[in-house]
């Protein structure tokens, strides 16, 4: 493998990144300090939010009616517990009309209203012990979330005859940002050192170990300060830094496992180190690239979404995504490089070995010589791992059709869940039920008549070019016409304004119930002599669902497209491209099927500590989908590009399916079970959407990994023969132009084709590899 033969531009790159090692490193080093520096307090800048469409017609009614009715929009509210007398008690109504007052006086804080001043049912409760303080802290999420935390200590707890709650939908904003925040530390605190023992059971040696949680934390500390720098133009979900911590630490150990592995193979064949470097760039860091560029396309369709919490994960996994890339790329080979075979050093195995008998010592030396790299990835013990893999490929494409068929219809079983999804908007009870903030909620939904937050909101504005208000009998027609419509309990206002009004339309059932969702597209046809917009948490959840709707498709088309051409450039084959679109799909549905099976439906929700809402969020499917469609290509990656370059080596189809997953089939698993436990540790998050998005994310990279690599994907190609390689004479110039495939591969001895499944249709595209 000498680097004379290799393509210049490969040569070039090889030069790049091991020329001053040492140098390389230092800026690293000084790069990640900045990094550190930069991303600092990155999470006090991210919202809790971006769930609504800024464009929709809820959002501009919204910020109508917080312009000209901020009372209408409470997002603060004290919950005024009067204990065992009545709120009406002459001492409680005293103590609490003193805290209204109070609360209007605070900076930041309009539009301050309560049971004790307007009388109104809805913020009473039932048993008349309770009764509620609203109140609309101004500002964005920042600002609010500052007024909050200077005035929320000082209302909270006891005041003489009552005890005052704190809740609104600014608590729960606030709330929850802080215990994602908690939880992302407790998740690092648990993944770091479960993934350093996996890696050292994967490698063996302590050094080789300890490179891939390197590349990680460059990653995760990068990203973090791009985050940084997003939020002074754009607005970031806090959400992200799960994303971030979750992908920095599995791509990252995802590429280094693969480039490690390879370097040592390479070590192991006898190349000198330099050699060894250019060699493994040229093989594993090209599949890296492919990887990367899958994983950044998938997780980039997510910008085309207007919602921010969406786009917040585009931002962020793109640019761990790409750190994850370039670390492994540029950094690890110049480490490889002052390491050479001291990578191998610290074998910590020989500690498991100890008292052990000198039979049992040198049967697991023939396997294994100290600190020998193992060629699965999955254990020291190369022989023996590459055999039980060989043996699972041999199994598999014997019986081809009984795995393919048997592996579909059980994923298709376990997806069947999905089909009864129900669409919601995020409340608080995503957060644990000890918080403050769901307790205030819980009571209020528990207690109080109707669904004081569960409301439609109709603000109507003269027209443009009217310079007076409507008439009251306008107002009061259209009122009479949407008391009218089916579903409705009630119709409060109008509250008038200039000449705006809004009234508050109370629904029959749920408050983002089907009913809701209906009478919002009818109170939007309703015909009204002045413009009129509605809102509310139902509306909210129409709109959501309309904008995921209409930019869905070209979504999946940007995901579809780029992975077919880049696939395509790496194999050369019109098929394959194909395949790995429709089995990445099909690896998903036990996470969509379990999604709804768990979150939606509450099963396990007492073993899991969640409360279910009976409903999904509307952006975590689609969210779930890029992240987990573009994890699966890396894994597809990775195999396809080993079964590639075998076959480009002999031209025998069948042969380099069971190498590829011979040679990958326990790294793949090694990495998927590493990423898995990064997934899981953010997955015991207190935070449902959080904990929904760590487990399910983990559920999709076992059985991509476990089933459909391993199963699914040579017995697919089994039944394909090698017309999996097909295609047509003019694509095959273009990639032998233009293509990448692994490796420097000389062009295979004229052979006989095996009749049975290795007959080649393509002989003349065997041998040709591009840089």
């Not at 929009?73 to 005024?80: D, E, F, R």
Request: glycine share 10%; with cysteine; aromatic share 6%.
């Amino acid at each position: 493998m000498s680097e004379v033969n290799s393509p210049p531009r490969v040569g070039g790159w090889t030069r790049f990144v091991t020329a001053r090692p040492r140098l390389a490193l230092l800026a690293a080093l000084v790069l990640t300090a900045l990094a550190v520096f930069a991303g600092s307090g990155v999470a006090d800048r991210m919202g809790s939010g971006g769930f609504e469409d800024p464009t929709a017609e809820s959002t501009y009614a919204t910020e109508a009616l917080e312009r000209e009715f901020p009372a209408s929009q409470p997002n603060l509210l004290l919950l005024v517990d009067s204990g065992r007398a009545s709120v009406d008690a002459p001492a409680v109504a005293a103590e609490a009309r003193r805290l209204g007052e109070r609360l209007a006086a605070e900076k930041g804080v309009t539009g301050v209203g309560s049971y004790w001043q307007t009388g109104s049912p809805a913020l009473r409760a039932e048993d008349g012990r309770q009764a509620l303080i609203a109140a609309r802290i101004e500002g964005d999420e920042k600002a609010a979330a500052e007024v909050l935390e200077r005035i929320a200590p000082d209302y909270r707890g006891a005041h003489g005859p009552v005890k005052v709650s704190v809740g609104g939908p600014v608590a729960v904003q606030h709330e929850m940002t802080t215990i994602i925040q908690e939880d992302l530390l407790r998740a690092e605190l648990i993944a770091l050192p479960v993934t350093l023992v996996l890696l050292v059971m994967v490698f063996g040696s302590a050094i080789a170990a300890l490179l891939p949680l390197g590349v990680g934390i460059v990653a995760i500390l990068g990203t973090n300060a791009v985050l940084r720098g997003i939020t002074e133009f754009a607005d970031v979900s806090v959400f992200a830094q799960n994303l971030t911590t979750a992908l920095g630490l599995g791509l990252a150990i995802d590429y280094a496992l693969f480039i490690v592995r390879r370097f040592r193979e390479e070590l192991a064949a006898g190349a000198e180190v330099r050699e060894a470097v250019g060699s493994t760039l040229r093989t594993a860091g090209r599949t890296v690239l492919f990887s990367a560029l899958t994983v950044a396309v998938s997780l980039a369709a997510m910008m085309v979404f207007p919602q921010y919490f969406l786009r917040s994960f585009a931002y962020a996994g793109i640019a761990v995504v790409l750190l994850a890339a370039a670390a492994a790329l540029i950094l690890l080979p110049a480490a490889l490089m002052l390491l050479g075979h001291r990578v191998n050093a610290l074998d910590l195995r020989l500690l498991l070995r100890r008292g052990r008998d000198k039979r049992a010592d040198k049967h697991a030396d023939k396997h294994l010589p100290s600190g020998e790299p193992g060629e699965s990835g999955v254990s020291g013990r190369s022989g023996e791992s590459d055999a039980g893999w060989a043996r699972v490929a041999a199994l598999v494409m014997r019986r081809a059709p009984l795995f393919a068929f048997a592996t579909v219809i059980g994923l298709v079983l376990l997806g069947l869940p999905f089909l009864g999804v129900k669409f919601g908007t995020p409340d608080d009870r995503q957060l644990p039920s000890t918080a403050e903030s769901h307790v205030v909620q819980q009571q209020i939904r528990d207690g109080f008549p109707g669904s004081p937050a569960g409301g439609l909101e109709v603000i109507a504005e003269a027209p443009g070019s009217a310079g007076s208000a409507p008439a009251p009998a306008a107002y009061a027609e259209y009122r009479d016409r949407i008391a009218a419509l089916p579903g409705v309990l009630r119709v409060d206002g109008p509250v008038t304004s200039g000449t705006s009004a809004y009234f508050t339309v109370q629904p029959e059932g749920e408050a983002v119930g089907e009913g809701a969702q209906k009478l919002v597209h009818e109170l939007r046809d309703t015909p009204a002599p002045f413009e009129t917009s509605v809102t509310g948490r139902a509306a909210v959840l129409e709109d959501s669902k309309s904008a995921i709707a209409d930019r869905l498709p070209l979504a999946l088309g940007i995901i579809v497209v780029a992975t077919l051409l880049l696939v395509f450039l790496l194999t050369g084959s019109v098929l394959i491209p194909l395949q790995a679109v429709l089995l990445n799909a099909l690896s998903l549905t036990a996470m969509f099927g379990a999604v709804v099976w768990v979150f939606q439906d509450g099963n396990l929700s007492g073993l899991l500590s969640f409360t279910s809402t009976g409903d999904i969020e509307t952006t975590l499917p689609v969210l779930m989908f890029c992240i987990a469609f573009g994890l699966s290509m890396d894994y597809g990656v990775f195999l396809l590009s080993r079964i590639k370059e075998e076959y480009d080596r002999t031209g025998k189809h069948e042969h380099s399916v069971r190498f590829g997953l011979q040679r990958t089939g326990g790294l793949i698993t090694a990495a998927a079970v590493i990423l898995a436990v990064v997934m899981v540790g953010i997955g015991t998050s207190r935070v449902t959407n959080t904990k929904m998005l760590g487990l399910g994310i983990a559920l999709a990279v076992l059985m991509d990994a476990m089933v459909v690599r391993s199963l699914l994907v040579p017995s697919v190609m089994k039944l394909m023969g090698a017309s999996t390689w097909w295609a047509p004479g003019p694509v095959r110039r273009f990639h032998e132009r233009f293509g990448l495939s692994e490796g420097e591969i000389p062009q295979p001895a004229p052979q006989r084709p095996d009749r049975r499944s290795d007959a080649d249709p393509e002989p003349a595209a065997r041998g040709k590899v591009k840089a």
